[in-house]
């Protein structure tokens, strides 16, 4: 099973930018796509990014032009760059890798809190 390590977020101000990474460890074998979720509380986890084995995007529409998901199959690392963070984008942001419809377990993701 491949381990998920989240890091680099943190309290940032509106406006603010951010960049978070994230390390996969193990057997990626089988991987179709990485993305990143964000968790906000009292909300269901939602997907925000994705980025696919043949480097297709999709975001969601709330966070489209401002953020820019990135891989490096060499270092088994994705990326997910925040511009222009808001408020509202305050939540727990986790990555996951989609071996054609089954994820791996979850890790203990990153907080990212917006607030001035």
């Known amino acids: 099973q491949v381990q998920l390590v989240e890091s680099g977020g943190g309290l940032v101000q509106p406006g603010g930018s951010l960049r978070l990474s994230c390390a996969a460890s193990g057997s990626i074998f089988g991987i179709y796509a990485m993305g990143w979720y964000r968790q906000a509380p009292g909300k269901q986890r939602e997907l925000v990014a994705t980025?696919?084995?043949?480097?297709?995007?999709y975001y969601a529409d709330s966070v489209k032009g401002r953020f820019t998901v990135s891989r490096d199959n060499a270092k088994n690392m994705v990326y997910l760059q925040m511009n222009s963070l808001k408020p509202e984008d305050t939540a727990v942001y986790y990555c996951n890798f989609d071996h054609g419809g089954r994820l791996d377990s979850w890790g203990q993701g990153t907080q990212v809190t917006v607030s001035s």
């Open positions: 980025i696919t084995n043949g480097e297709n995007r």
